[in-house]
């Protein structure tokens, strides 16, 4: 388990300030680090999470994983973007989960910065299309500050890297109930590229996948990716983080059962950018 810092200004994001053109003070959130958590965990805090958030019980979050290897399939998983749960198994020995996200089967496992976002999307954004658009451009802005160029694909959500032979570098998997949004995005950092051969990425056939580590040559720490992509998605979605922690995942499963029993004890301020 990697060492987080527990304030937000460590993670180098200085909050924005109001603006002409930004009239509105940044909306507070929450920002959550937590490693080497099983997906199946990581889907029930969102759950709960997603409860809290609906009914004004907790902030926005933004909640930055690494998961143990698992297979994710999502609403438009059909049956020829993978052998099958008992081929799979006994190919990779890597469990599969069925998910209510959109898209089709994924592969997250170590050295995957994935981000699960829990906002109030009205606070943020005019729609869906706009809401995944602005994922888009967070990991884009990421993968520059190694000197990266990412670019989007037309019908194609993620983002891409290479002009002649487009791979893709990151996906996105959302869902949007009552107003609110769950599952989100995995940028591949140094993860092992062999699990997508057994499946076709993303439902998209010909997809060639990669890795910040093998555009560049070294693999990037992931803590260092995740401060960035934590530093922009808060630019991106005009927030302020009140809290940065990196717990256990243990412990932040005990707060998280808490936070289900419990309303929250600050006034929520959810105001945010159009």
């Known amino acids: 388990m990697t060492h987080h810092p527990t304030q937000a200004e460590s993670v180098g994001f200085v909050p924005p300030s109001a603006t002409a053109d930004s009239p509105k003070p940044a909306g507070l959130a929450t920002l959550i680090y937590c490693n080497a958590l099983p997906y199946e965990q990581a889907w029930h805090l969102q759950r709960t999470y997603h409860t809290a958030r609906t009914e004004d019980r907790c902030h926005d979050l933004l909640l930055l994983v690494e998961h143990p290897p698992v297979y994710t399939m999502g609403r438009t998983t059909q049956d020829h973007h993978w052998p099958g749960e008992a081929q799979l198994a006994q190919q990779t020995g890597i469990p599969v989960v069925r998910t209510e996200r959109g898209g089709s089967i994924t592969y997250h496992g170590p050295g995957q910065a994935v981000g699960y976002p829990i906002l109030r999307l009205t606070d943020h954004c005019a729609g869906p299309k706009t809401y995944v658009r602005r994922l888009e451009d967070v990991l884009i802005a990421t993968l520059r500050d190694w000197g990266l160029t990412g670019r989007r694909r037309d019908g194609l959500p993620g983002v891409w890297v290479g002009d002649d032979q487009p791979m893709k570098i990151a996906s996105i998997g959302v869902r949007i109930t009552r107003g609110v949004t769950m599952h989100g995005f995995a940028l591949n950092v140094s993860v092992d590229l062999a699990p997508f051969s057994s499946i076709v990425p993303c439902g998209i056939a010909g997809c060639r996948v990669t890795s910040m580590a093998s555009l560049l ?53 959810s105001e945010g950018a159009p």
Do not use: K, Y
């Open 217 to 269: 040559g070294f693999a990037p720490g992931l803590p260092a990716v995740q401060q960035r992509i934590a530093t922009h998605f808060a630019e991106q979605f005009h927030l302020t983080w009140i809290d940065a922690t990196g717990p256990e995942p243990a412990a932040f499963v005990e707060s998280v059962e808490h936070l289900s029993r419990a309303p929250l004890e600050a006034p929520l301020m």
